[in-house]
Structures are given as structure tokens and as C-alpha cells.
Antibody, heavy 121, light 108 residues
Framework: QVQLQESGPGLVKPSETLSLTCTVS?????????WGWIRQPPGKGLEWIGS???????YYNPSLKSRVTISVDTSKNQFSLKLNSLTAADAAVYYC??????????????WGQGTLVTVSS | EIVLTQSPGSLSLSPGERATLSCRAS???????LAWYQQKPGQAPRLLIY???SRATGIPDRFSGSGSGTDFTLTITRLEPEDFAVYYC?????????FGQGTKVEIK
């Protein structure tokens, strides 16, 4: 059974950098599939942040591209998100997820439970 | 960017009734790369439908998806108590992938 678990600080100061890690169990990240990050501000809808292929190719939402870096560490079976220059608008539940297939055009079928990130000094 | 507009914003129905949810795209969604998710409070979204009409693994057949181009529909034929939730559509045909704002299905 594929499982994903987000980890990272729940509180980040404005202008600082958010770093989150998604640890995958039950499947080897290096084998296949796209792996993504999605966020959801409290009480609002979902926003795709970006995705990474198992080979390391990355695809970002243009609205966040200048501030986002997604990377993969196959030795730890993890992938990570860095988002810099945080503002209050970045406060959200951050989810990591797996693409349903190895195709670029794929929805997300396995999700982590999500981690709430608050931006405050 | 493709904007997805879901309607209605909320739906008040009784168990056993039929629910029809709409998702309209601002431009054609290529190859019907349209998915539907269910989200309950405090939980991650759950994939229900992909490719506009294919059910994901383990999804009951009371859930069905249809449509193409710019107009898509999620139908729940007989609402069960566990179906009351928020439903989102998502297009993954044109980057950036985008989601609709959601439809809340409430118990009447």
C-alpha cells in the first residue's frame, strides 16, 4: 500500500523559506510516476504547486515558479518542496501526492494527510 | 490558464437522492483530462473519476462522470450518508493543472 507523509515546520515567519518533505512508503520513487505538491488555504480550494518526475524533471505552476523548488532524494525515497519569500497568502494545508500514472497528464491518486503551515512573525 | 467553474456551489439533498454536479471549463480540456475528487473535513482529497468518465480503483459504481470539451458532469445516483462532502473537478490537460472551487453536497 502506497503511503505518503508530509513533514516540516508548522510555523514560518514572513519572508522566510518553507521547506517540506514528503516521505513515501510502499513504493520506490525511483521506479516511475510523477510526484506533486498541492496546497489548500483554510476554507478554500485546491492549488497545484508543481510536480517532479522520478527522473528529476520538474514542472511548476507559473504563478509560483519564481519562488518554488521541488527536488527528489531517491536514496531516502523522499521528495521535497521549498517555497521562498513567504507571505500570509501562503498559509495553507500542503499536500504531497502521487500521479496516477507515469504520463505527464495524470491526476493524483495517493495523497498525504496534509500539513498545516501558518505564516506569522 | 484554464479556469474551472463548478455549479451549484452547494447542494442540499437527502440520502437516496440523485446528485448532479457540473464543471465548466473556460477552454476545451484536451483529451478529456478531467478528474473529480471527494474531500471530507480534515481529510485529503480522494480521486473518484479520471479521464472524465473512468472510475478510480475502489470507487462504487453509483459515481459516474461524463462530458467532454468544456462541460463535464459528476453524477451520484443514490446518495449514501458517506457521500456528503465537497467535490472538486481538476483539469490536467493544460499546465498549470487547475481545480474548480468545489461543490458542497449537504444533507437536507
Amino acid at each position: 500500500q502506497v503511503q505518503l507523509q508530509e513533514s516540516g515546520p508548522g510555523l514560518v515567519k514572513p519572508s522566510e523559506t518553507l521547506s517540506l518533505t514528503c516521505t513515501v512508503s510502499g513504493y520506490s520513487i525511483s521506479s516511475d510516476y510523477y510526484w506533486g505538491w498541492i496546497r489548500q488555504p483554510p476554507g478554500k480550494g485546491l492549488e497545484w504547486i508543481g510536480s517532479i518526475y522520478h527522473s528529476g524533471s520538474t514542472y511548476y505552476n507559473p504563478s509560483l515558479k519564481s519562488r518554488v523548488t521541488i527536488s527528489v532524494d531517491t536514496s531516502k525515497n523522499q521528495f521535497s518542496l521549498k517555497l521562498n519569500s513567504l507571505t500570509a497568502a501562503d498559509a495553507a494545508v500542503y499536500y504531497c501526492a502521487r500521479g496516477k500514472s507515469g504520463s505527464y497528464h495524470t491526476p493524483f491518486d495517493y495523497w498525504g494527510q496534509g500539513t498545516l503551515v501558518t505564516v506569522s512573525s | 490558464e484554464i479556469v474551472l467553474t463548478q455549479s451549484p456551489g452547494s447542494l442540499s439533498l437527502s440520502p437516496g437522492e440523485r446528485a448532479t454536479l457540473s464543471c465548466r471549463a473556460s477552454q476545451s480540456v484536451s483529451s478529456s483530462y478531467l478528474a473529480w475528487y471527494q474531500q471530507k473535513p480534515g481529510q485529503a482529497p480522494r480521486l473518484l473519476i479520471y479521464g472524465a468518465s473512468s472510475r478510480a480503483t475502489g470507487i462504487p459504481d453509483r459515481f459516474s462522470g461524463s462530458g467532454s470539451g468544456t462541460d463535464f458532469t459528476l453524477t451520484i445516483t443514490r446518495l449514501e450518508p458517506e457521500d456528503f462532502a465537497v467535490y472538486y473537478c481538476q483539469q490536467y490537460g493544460s499546465s498549470p493543472w487547475t481545480f474548480g472551487q468545489g461543490t458542497k453536497v449537504e444533507i437536507k
